[in-house]
């Protein structure tokens, strides 16, 4: 009988009632200009329920624990989140975000993937009181001039999607966004240019989002920053990609056009554009041929400056089917920098110096491109 009791409690009491709750492991931010986007990662079954009021959202998780290391230290720097607070209800989790602007929600989940083994719970906190006048910082652009050649400087991947990561746990998006600042603050020197960044901060920016910033700043040229990555650590040098309806046949472009186009499954709601119709509006476009001649000429020029100053991957340029580059009407290239995957060129990547080096040479190449079109 004694057996029997403690058999009971053994399975009946709140200890084995535990393993029925999910887990909450970690959490983080991403402020972008327009908002701020919460990630909670979770189990695939935790239950949760998002409520909000004029200034403050509570997100809550039914028979939930929380990773006590995690979320010990939960604080914002962020202009829009004031604090956020964890508290606990009997076998609920609440998750008390204050807000500081009027704000609309937005959430949806995400499944793992090759890099977050956890199911995840995205909350935008769209902001409403966003400013249509950006504040200037140093690698903003000046107001264009006349005549001046608008050229739009995409930084690949960012906030939760990190693109490539390195031996050494450098991120591709930090390499990118450091050398498209520097990119574009070279352009801005120049008086017939002027440079717009696609995003300016660690945030995502869907692919389509990033060719419609193009079309509304009128710019005349699309180049997008990236860094290689393959299993082998001996793969080394540049690569520029252009628009091509075809694609390349080769394994390594067929790869890389899987994984730019798949990272727009970071934002998650996203509608997909339809590839196909998008291609037709490209064939339709009489100066088609004519751009992708030229952005086969401008990736050439960057080819040849970046290979004064470092091993080149591919000596031409390689077509790819990239959603990024299927902007029709501007001459638009891909130039994967050096291979994030190679820790002596990711130790390049991540030098100051060196991506000087690498944004004057890309920078060099615009202007060679620009000289033998007029
Ligand atoms: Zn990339």
New binding site residues.
């Given amino acids: 009988m004694r057996n029997w009791l403690i058999l009971f409690i053994l399975f009946f009491s709140p200890l084995s009632f535990g393993e029925d709750k999910t887990t909450l492991y970690d959490f983080r931010y991403w402020s972008a200009p327009d908002h701020t986007r919460i990630v909670i990662d979770k189990d695939e079954d935790t239950l949760f329920n998002i409520q909000s009021s004029d200034d403050y959202v509570i997100i809550s998780f039914d028979d939930a624990e929380v990773l006590s290391e995690t979320f010990s230290n939960i604080f914002f720097k962020d202009n829009r989140i004031q604090k956020v607070r964890i508290k606990r209800e009997k076998t609920t989790i609440k998750l008390i975000v204050h807000i500081s602007k009027k704000f609309k929600l937005k959430h949806f989940t995400l499944n793992p993937n090759s890099k977050y083994k956890h199911h995840r719970l995205v909350v935008d906190v769209l902001d409403l009181e966003k400013k249509v006048t950006k504040k200037v910082t140093k690698t903003d652009s000046p107001p264009s001039l006349r005549n001046q050649k608008i050229i739009l400087v995409d930084a ?2 960012g906030g939760e999607d990190s ?2 990561v390195g031996k050494n746990k450098s991120l ?2 930090n390499v ?1 966004l450091a050398i498209a600042k520097k990119l574009v603050a070279i352009i801005n020197q120049n008086k017939d240019f002027k440079a717009v960044l696609s995003r300016s901060g660690d945030y995502y920016v869907p692919l389509t989002k990033r060719l419609t910033i193009a079309q509304q700043q009128k710019a005349s040229m699309f180049i ?1 920053i ?4 393959v299993e082998s650590i001996s793969a080394k040098g540049a690569s520029v990609y252009m628009l091509s309806e075809k694609g390349n046949n080769s394994k390594l472009a067929k790869q ?1 056009e899987a ?2 186009n798949l ?1 727009d499954q970071f934002g998650g709601v996203e509608t997909v554009i339809d590839n196909d119709q998008f291609l037709k509006n490209i064939l339709t476009d009489y100066s088609r041929k004519d751009k992708e001649k030229q952005s086969f000429e401008l990736a050439q020029e960057i080819i040849a400056q970046l290979d004064k100053i470092g091993p080149i991957h591919k000596k031409i340029p390689q077509k790819a089917n990239f959603v990024v580059l299927k902007s029709p009407s501007i001459p638009s290239v ?1 130039v ?1 920098t050096a291979f994030i995957s190679n820790p002596t060129q990711e130790k390049r990547l991540t030098n100051k110096k060196q991506q000087q080096k690498i944004a004057q040479s890309i920078y060099k190449g615009i202007v060679n491109f620009y000289q033998k079109l007029d």
């Fill in positions: 690949g991947h693109g490539a591709e998006k990118n997008s990236h860094a290689d990555s890389l994984s730019q990272v891909l994967e």
